[in-house]
């Protein structure tokens, strides 16, 4: 069997990386600042779900606020920077033991945290902090380019002035990329999570991987924000709130990586035929690559294997256990047992040891404008987090099509048999969605 181009691939792209950041903490030593470290934060709230249940547009809402400190999308990437990618087994499960170096983790985390909202980064001081969350995105989206930070202020500096609308971080941003394309045009707009008209068609048209090497970060990638990054005293201050689609299978990991903060988990739980639908549109969709695994099983998966080379080399979203049972199975198949494999692993791995305190929200109740505004105020009284002002606004965030309720219908007869395998449906039993109830189900 040829060997993965994976290994080799992963070294080059980590040390581009860390080449990458070392050269920016040198350029610009106050950012992060000094001190701050995780240690510090008091209070933590995990949203935890499986892939394509609700917990990227639940973590905006609960995050995107000035009294709380979060990371734009999911800090799998920084897992994947530290060498906390896969297990013993090839999944996502890592050992609740396993080594690492938290005092680096740690401060790639901090490096990426904000606060509130995008802020048009008029002054110099503002400029150069969105410049360095810039430049630490692009390293861990396309770390074999190696784009440096003066290049990347040249850009930001250059996109502020040009820019129509520096208000919005897509328009920003996107003046940004088209700058630097001057001197990396294998960046490509068509791979973020940017409005259509602003990220245009995908070079080539065909499925495949944002660039050759190693993917730290999974696409669609995060588009940077210009925030109030975070120091020492606001990670006493504020909660932090985060999510990754892959803690569900490494919650006693965040115990380690928080240790002296209070941390309350969100269960997130939805359907599994939509989220089987979710997922299933997802690995045919332009992105959520998540690794080469060809060197070890080459991928013969019907309903996706066939869209190219690509697709008969790399796995999309989460790797449970089990997976490798999974290479010649049918593409829902897949999808099902990565949606039932996430909620065993939180199901199995929540307790004292690893949430101080658990709350379990069907994402159908945010979705349902009769229960959305109840049910999200519960959370965020869960959360220890003040209550919004008014009705709270559900944005769009990493849709692959146009959100609308019970959307997997369209697909029933391919899901519904695929939600009927024991291992699935005793997830789902146990979740309460039960068999004979689909009906109900959005």
């Known amino acids: 069997m040829t060997r993965s181009p994976e290994v080799p691939d992963r070294e080059r792209s980590l040390a581009a990386a860390r080449r990458t950041l070392d050269a920016l903490r040198r350029a610009v030593p106050e950012e992060p600042a000094a001190g701050a470290d995780l240690s510090l934060v008091t209070e933590a709230v995990a949203v935890v779900a499986s892939s394509r249940g609700g917990s990227s547009l639940l973590h905006q809402v609960l995050s995107d606020r000035s009294d709380v400190l979060s990371l734009g999308g999911e800090h799998t990437a ?4 530290n060498r906390l990618d896969r297990g013993p087994d090839g999944s996502d499960a890592l050992a609740p033991d396993t080594a690492f170096d938290r005092a680096e983790l740690s401060r790639d985390f901090v490096s990426l945290l904000g606060s509130g909202g995008h802020r048009p980064p008029h002054d110099p001081a503002d400029r150069t902090r969105y410049a360095a969350v810039v430049t630490r995105r692009l390293a861990l989206q396309w770390p074999l380019e190696e784009i440096g930070y003066p290049a990347v202020r040249d850009a930001v500096d250059h996109a502020v002035r040009a ?19 001057a001197g990396h045009p294998r960046l490509d707009p068509s791979c973020y999570d940017l409005p259509p008209a602003l990220r245009g068609p995908a070079a080539g048209g065909d499925l495949r991987p944002p660039h050759d090497g190693y993917c730290i970060e999974e696409p669609p990638f995060v588009v940077p924000r210009a925030r109030p990054a975070a120091d020492a005293d606001a ?19 965040l115990r380690r990586l928080l240790p002296d903060a209070r941390i309350r988990v969100v269960h997130l739980t939805r359907n599994p035929a939509a989220s089987v639908n979710g997922l299933y549109d997802g690995w045919r969709d332009r992105g959520f690559f998540s690794y080469d695994v060809s060197g070890q099983h080459p991928l013969s998966i019907a309903g996706y294997s066939e869209l190219g080379a690509a697709a008969r080399r790399w796995w999309n979203f989460d790797l449970p256990p089990g997976w490798a049972d999974l290479v010649d199975q049918p593409l829902e198949r897949v999808c099902a047992h990565q949606w039932a494999g996430a909620h065993r692993a939180v199901l199995d791995g929540l307790g004292p040891g690893t949430a101080d305190a658990v709350l379990r929200v069907p994402f159908e109740r945010i979705l349902d404008p009769a229960t959305r505004e109840r049910t999200l105020r519960s959370v965020f009284a869960f959360a220890g987090l ?3 002002p008014g009705p709270v606004p559900l944005p769009v965030v990493m849709a692959t099509a146009r959100p609308r309720p019970a959307r997997w219908r369209e697909r029933a007869g391919l899901v519904l048999p695929a939600v009927d395998h024991p291992d699935v449906r005793a997830v ?9 109830q689909e009906e109900q189900w959005t």
Request: hydrophobic content about 40%; overall charge positive.
């Open 235 to 253: 990670l006493r201050r504020h909660p932090l709130v985060i999510k990754s689609s892959v803690d569900a299978y490494r919650l006693p990991l």
């Open 163 to 181: 820019c129509a609308r520096p208000e919005d971080p897509d328009a920003l941003f996107a003046a940004v990329l088209h700058r630097l394309r």
């Open 78 to 81: 920084l897992y994947k920077l």
């Open 428 to 436: 789902a039993d146990e979740l309460g969605y039960r068999k004979g």
């Open 386 to 388: 003040p209550q919004p």
